[in-house]
């Protein structure tokens, strides 16, 4: 067995069966410990719904955190966010304009202030109206010249963030800085915003049965060798994948 890079998503990805989730700590663990496996979370949650769930679920400290959709990360259990990924983003980002073009649009409602952040603002959209009001507020935000992308995921949730982030393009960042190839590298999600995760490049891809049809969508339209469609839901998905990946036993 070798060392690989292990990234998942957390709400209905890693979490959500506590059961499956004891066993795959309990892999997850033993494989950091005896070959230099390093875990990584890739969530949307902020730094403060993430510790929510962190001491909700006693998840195991991570070697890496992606917090709000990919635009922050915390490296070696830092409080701080990582400094050359923060600069990166930065370049062109206009927040406050960001704020003033959606103000625009009367379906986007603002979602808690904790999941405001430096590089991601966030509202509810309804599933419904998000057919007409995506289209329209992208091309709003590309007329002026905003260099943003819009993440939709679970038929609620928008998110607006810097062109150069998602989750998928900080796992790039972390498995340069690592030197771990894509054949080591393993990410796991089950929702809109993990879509990034699967397209990036050729990592092994791990998608959990309950995974939502936005992502099976995409998955169906985009089928690859190196991804797996687990039948088991959350954690359970993700032993059945590993082991499909021959990176567990
Ligand atoms: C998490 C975040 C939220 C975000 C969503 C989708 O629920 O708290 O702000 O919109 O993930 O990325
Ligand atoms: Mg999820």
């Keep these: 067995m070798a060392e690989f890079l292990f990234v998942t998503d957390l709400d209905h990805t890693l979490v959500g069966d506590d059961q499956a989730l004891l066993v795959l ?6 494989h950091r410990q005896e070959h230099g496996t390093k875990i990584v979370y890739a969530t949307g949650r902020s730094p403060v719904l993430y510790r929510e769930i962190q001491q909700e679920k006693n998840l195991l400290e991570p070697d890496a955190l992606i917090l709000s959709v990919g635009t922050e990360i915390y490296l070696d259990g830092s409080d701080r966010p990582d400094s050359t990924w923060a600069t990166i983003l930065s370049q062109g980002w206009q927040r406050n304009l960001v704020l003033s073009k959606t ?27 998000s057919v ?3 289209p329209k507020l992208e091309s709003e935000l590309l007329k002026s010249n905003l260099n943003v992308k819009l993440i939709y995921s679970s038929g609620i949730d928008l998110d607006i963030v810097p062109y150069r982030s998602d989750k998928g393009q900080a ?25 990034a995760l699967f397209t ?6 791990i ?10 969508q995409w998955h169906n339209e985009n089928p690859a060798n ?4 687990a ?14 990946f021959g990176l567990i036993e």
């Design 171 to 195: 796992v790039q960042f972390l498995r340069q800085k690592w030197k771990f190839v894509a054949e080591q590298t393993v990410v796991c999600g089950d929702s809109g915003n993990d879509i």
């Design 132 to 134: 007409t009001i995506l």
């Design 103 to 129: 103000a625009e649009f009367p379906e986007l409602k603002i979602q808690p202030n904790s999941e405001q952040r430096p590089f991601k603002v966030s509202f509810f959209l309804e599933q419904e109206a």
């Design 200 to 205: 990036t490049g050729n990592e092994r891809g």
């Design 207 to 216: 998608i959990v049965g309950n995974a939502r049809s936005e992502l099976l």
């Design 231 to 244: 039948q088991n839901a959350c954690a359970g998905g993700i032993l059945e994948g590993l082991t499909y």
């Design 25 to 30: 700590n309990d892999r997850l663990q033993k």
């Design 226 to 229: 190196h991804r797996y469609l």
